[in-house]
């Protein structure tokens, strides 16, 4: 059994994205969630499935209380970061295949900015003990430090350039700028890329993502209910994890640069019958700028160490070859985990793009990217 | 659990040196500790003193800084280092950023450890000849 075309995601929501919300992460990730049910034209009793995404917000149970829901048939927690919204997908597409439940909602939650900062987050997270316990005492402590090597050996290797990670800063910024709803909404040139202050060498501050509040979700259902429901159909066409060789610590990886999605990417690839070619949009983990240059080499878009030059000349623009975070990303919409990278892509496929959308797109993707190397994607389409 | 897994890492870096794992079945040496090892799947672990030398793989130099408690550190350097044992570590660079210059692939280093602030050994590597080695 494969899951192509076995499930669509029939509603997306979205709160605010911004820096000082006034209110809680379960809050965000319960209003969300409400405006994803009623996109579908669903009533939250209807959810008889609930996979919460991160651990900032509500376990499953409270959609029990808050929604009313009298039957929650499923429920899982996916442990991989910026790589759970994707896992996601799959997960609650398996379990919709399988007729375990019907409907299943997948939402995200979370206010950081008047918390702690990523630097002191990831030493609370079980998965990162050793990177806290070895990496912390000589002065790692943010994700940024631990990405930094891998982007360094790329561009000792390759001759990747600032310049290129410039690229898609500048590209994203002036999709949030389209989008309306993102954190970031002043223009940005590559000069000021290559004029913003230095983080961590070869990362400067305008290569890495923010520090965001707000919720993001969505529903899952059968692609047979979905065309009964209020929107256009978007289809799961393909989708699949994978993960690098030591997960949790890039140190003690054998190949610094292995990411997992160079290994999900040629199973989602091959269930969806799609290749590179067939992407109308895409919709790339940006936790970093350089994580999205290395995903598009290793989901086969170029060779690799070419990372660089494929993003140059425009091509990730809207009007570009292969329109990219058309949102604006982690970069300047707001980090919400990826899951503003998935709502996205629904849009997209329905044609609701706004100034952002994409011609014609019919086929897109969709990338996760978790923790210090968890890979996922989904591949997405309208019914042809 | 953890504790006890990385004891003797934490005892041998207090004396100055680089205690690793070594599969008590198979002899496969390993870094950071963990239960099992991944070749022969034995439980069987046994403390090894490896030498302290490596070559550099990469580096970032800080100069933002992420925790108030090393802002006096900043700029700093980090380094990921192939040690001579076949593990990996990442430590402090010697000499702060002003030394990033010098950092190139393959650059021999050695290992020292070091008390940081709260006085937990903090692996420093620096520059080596070979006849250091």
Redesign the interface.
């Known amino acids: 059994m494969s899951l192509k075309g076995a499930a669509a995601i029939a509603g997306i929501g979205e709160t605010a994205y911004t820096r000082r919300s006034p209110r809680t992460a379960e809050e965000l990730q319960f209003e969300a969630s409400l405006a994803a049910i009623a996109d579908a034209g669903l009533t939250p009793s209807d959810i008889d499935g609930v996979i919460p995404v991160g651990i900032t917000g509500a376990p499953a149970e409270e959609y029990v209380t808050n929604f009313g829901i009298r039957d929650l048939r499923f429920s899982a927690l996916i442990p991989h970061g910026g790589a759970s919204g994707v896992g996601a997908l799959q997960c609650a597409a398996a379990a919709i295949a399988a007729g375990i439940c019907t409907t299943v909602l997948v939402p995200f939650g979370r206010n950081i900015s008047s918390g702690a900062r990523a630097?002191v987050r990831i030493h609370q997270m079980p998965q990162f003990?050793?990177v806290t316990?070895?990496?912390r005492?000589?002065?790692?402590?943010?994700p940024?430090?631990l990405y930094?090597?891998?982007a360094?050996?790329h561009m000792?290797r390759y001759g990747t350039t600032s310049e290129q990670f410039g690229e898609i800063a500048v590209v994203c910024r002036e999709h949030a700028i389209l989008n309306g709803n993102a954190v970031m909404t002043k223009p940005i040139t590559l000069a000021d890329h290559q004029n913003s202050?230095?983080?961590?060498?070869?990362?400067r501050l305008l290569d890495c993502s923010l520090e965001s509040d707000g919720g993001a979700a969505y529903v899952v259902t059968s692609a047979e209910r979905a065309r009964d429901l209020r929107q256009p159909v978007v289809e799961l066409l393909g989708v699949a994890l994978g993960h690098p060789d030591s997960p949790n610590?890039i140190?003690?990886r054998p190949d610094?640069g292995e990411i997992g999605i160079a290994r999900a990417a040629p199973i989602a690839f091959a269930m969806a019958g799609a290749g590179p070619a067939d992407i109308d949009v895409a919709e790339v983990y940006d936790c970093f700028t350089y994580v999205v240059l290395r995903q598009f080499e290793d989901m086969g878009f170029c060779a690799k160490g070419e990372g660089g030059p494929f993003v140059m000349n425009g091509r990730l623009r809207i009007d570009g070859a292969l329109p990219t975070n058309t949102h604006g990303g982690l970069l300047s919409q707001g980090h919400l985990l990826g899951m503003n990278h998935i709502v996205e892509l629904v849009r997209q496929l329905r044609g609701h793009g706004g100034p952002a959308q994409v011609d014609g797109a019919q086929v897109g993707l969709v990338t996760g990217y978790g923790d210090m190397g968890d890979g996922g994607l989904a591949i997405m389409g309208r019914p042809r | 659990m953890s504790e006890e897994l990385s004891r003797a890492y934490w005892d041998g870096a207090a004396r100055g040196v680089l205690v690793v794992q070594q599969c008590g079945n198979c002899g496969k040496i390993r870094h950071y500790p963990r239960v099992l090892c991944d070749a022969c799947w034995s439980f069987e672990v046994r403390p090894l003193e490896v030498a302290g030398r490596g070559t550099v793989r990469s580096w970032t130099v800080t100069e933002h800084a992420f925790d108030p408690a090393i802002a006096a550190d900043v700029p700093y350097t980090l380094v990921t280092v192939d040690m001579a044992a076949g593990v990996r570590m990442l430590g402090r660079f010697r000499g702060g950023g002003g030394m990033a210059a010098r950092i190139r692939e393959g650059m021999l280093v050695r290992l020292t450890f070091e008390p940081d602030a709260a006085g937990q050994p903090m692996p420093v590597f620096a520059p080596a000849a070979p006849q250091e080695l």
Do not use: K, N
């Not at chain 1, 005492?137 to 943010?142: D, E, F, K, L, R």
């Not at chain 1, 202050?197 to 990362?203: K, L, S």
């Open positions: 630097g003990r050793l316990e070895f990496e005492p000589a002065g790692a402590i943010a940024a430090q930094a090597p891998m360094r050996q000792q202050r230095m983080i961590t060498d070869p990362f610590s140190t003690q610094l």
